[in-house]
C-alpha cells in the first residue's frame, strides 16, 4: 500500500483519534508499522486499490515530512505549555529580560543572537525562527523555569544519568566537526569565532592541558566549555575536541535538547569560519 495513498483519504486534520500527531504519521505508521487502517474513524477507504510499495527515495522523502510534522507538532505542544508559565517570575531563573509593557515576551542569547520568545512565536535576531529544533530547544530551557545556576564545577556529558546512548551523538555532531574544523589552524581561532557567539576564556587552570579552549554561554545558564587539542602527527594521535557542562545542567534542559544544543553550537563555529550566514 503507498503511503501517499493513505494520506489523500484521510481528511487531513490532523485530529490525533488515531493516536498519531498528524495524518502523514498515521498514514507512515499503517505502511511501516502495520498499524490497523480503521484507527482512523474518517479514512475514505471506498474502491481504494492496492498500488506497489513506494520507491526508497519516496520513503525517505516521506520519513523527512513525518520528522518535521512530529518536530511541529512537539513545538505546539511546548508552546501550550509555555503559554501557562508567568514569564515575569522566571526570567531571571534562566537569565532572560522580561517587562511588564511587552509581559509575554523574554529576551535572551542564544549562541550571540538575540532572541525575542513570545508565547506562540521566537524571533532570533528579529527573524522569524523557522526550524523547529531551535524553537523546541528554546521552549524546553524555558519551560524549566530555572534551577540551580551553573558555578563552575564542570562535567562531561557521560557523568549525567542515562547519557550513554548520546555519547556517541555528542562525538559525532559536535566534538568530531570541532576537531576537524580547529586541526592546523592557529589556537587564536578558537578565541576569534568564540567572541561572535559570546565566548570567553575559561579558568586557566581547567583549559591548561589543552592547545586552545574557551566558555560559549550557548543559552544564559548554559555555558560550554569547549576543549580542544592539536593532533601530533608523531605520535599518531588524532585531533580531539570535548564539550564540559555544568553538572547542574539538567536543571535547565533534557538531554536531547542539550545535545542538540552542542551540536548548534559546532554548526555556528562552521558557519563563522566559513563566514556564513546564520
Ligand atoms: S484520526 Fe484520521 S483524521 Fe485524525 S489524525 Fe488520525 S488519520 Fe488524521
Known sequence: MNPMEILHRTPKTN???????????????????????????????QGMA?????SKKDLDHLDEQVSGEQDWALVKYLQEKVSKIDFGSIASSVGASWNEHDHDVLSLRYLGQEVKLGKYE????NDKAVDPRDQIL?????????????????????????????????????????AKLLSGKPAQLLTDLGVQIDGYEGP???GSTADASLIVPVLPMLPQYLL???EDTELGI????KVLFDHNVLDFLDLESLVFSAERFAERLVQLEKNEPQ
Do not use: Q
Open 15 to 45: 485530529c490525533g483519534e488515531c493516536g498519531h500527531p498528524t495524518c502523514l504519521a498515521f498514514a507512515a505508521a499503517v505502511t511501516r508499522a502495520g498499524a490497523d487502517i480503521n484507527l482512523c474513524p474518517y479514512i475514505d477507504l
Open 238 to 241: 588524532e585531533a580531539k575536541a
Open 204 to 206: 586557566p587552570e581547567l
Open 50 to 54: 492496492v498500488t506497489p510499495l513506494s
Open 228 to 230: 580542544f587539542w592539536e
Open 122 to 125: 521566537i524571533l532570533l535576531s
Open 138 to 178: 528554546l521552549y524546553n530551557y524555558v519551560h524549566s523555569c530555572g534551577g540551580r545556576k551553573p558555578d563552575g564545577t564542570w562535567i562531561g556529558l557521560e557523568s549525567l544519568p542515562n547519557s550513554i546512548s548520546k555519547i556517541r551523538t555528542l562525538a559525532t555532531y559536535c566534538e568530531k566537526k570541532i
